[in-house]
């Protein structure tokens, strides 16, 4: 968090006085781009840095569903399971990524190549079913699609 302070600092310069908690959310989100999680380290030091309770920084951890607390596979597979992707085979993508990874969603391969989560709406219904792997989306996703999918990840 440390290293983050100058950018955070550039950020704070932009305020009125009093409204440093407004920047829990873009710290906690470069803290997770360098990291690729939130760290119990990291809440402390960011509620000391902003003078705010560790219970506020703590809330919008859990409000955001993007945020992660435990540390995540190098390929991040999240499957969206919300109505327009079930409708259109999401569950079988699930069940197809269960087989082939050997986990379940919330969980990462022992090699930490992979972790898999299932995940709200994605907004992009008119392309269901999605996958996002990391930042990239893969839409109208097919169990063979998938299978091509995965054999490309190292
Ligand atoms: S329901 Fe899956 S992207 Fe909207």
């Known amino acids: 968090m440390k290293h983050l302070i100058p950018e955070c600092e550039a950020l704070k310069a932009r305020l009125p ?3 440093e908690s407004t920047l829990v959310l873009p710290c906690l989100r470069r803290v997770q781009e360098e990291r ?6 990291d809440i ?6 902003l003078g705010v309770p560790r219970v506020q920084i703590e809330e919008v951890l859990s409000f955001y569903t993007q945020f992660r607390r435990q540390p995540i596979g190098r390929w991040h597979l999240q499957a969206c399971h919300n109505v327009s992707c079930s409708l259109r085979g999401a569950g079988s993508l699930l069940d197809r990524l269960r087989e082939r990874l050997g ?3 919330g969980q990462t391969t022992p090699d930490g190549r992979f972790t898999l989560s299932t995940v709200e709406c994605l907004g992009s219904c008119g392309t269901a079913p999605v996958l996002v792997v990391n930042e990239v989306y893969h839409e109208s996703m097919t169990p063979e699609k998938l299978d091509a999918l995965l054999e490309g990840l190292e």
């Open 17 to 19: 006085q009093g409204f």
């Open 103 to 105: 986990i379940e969603p």
């Open 36 to 41: 690729g999680y939130v760290a119990d380290g």
């Open 44 to 49: 402390d030091a960011l509620a000391q840095y």
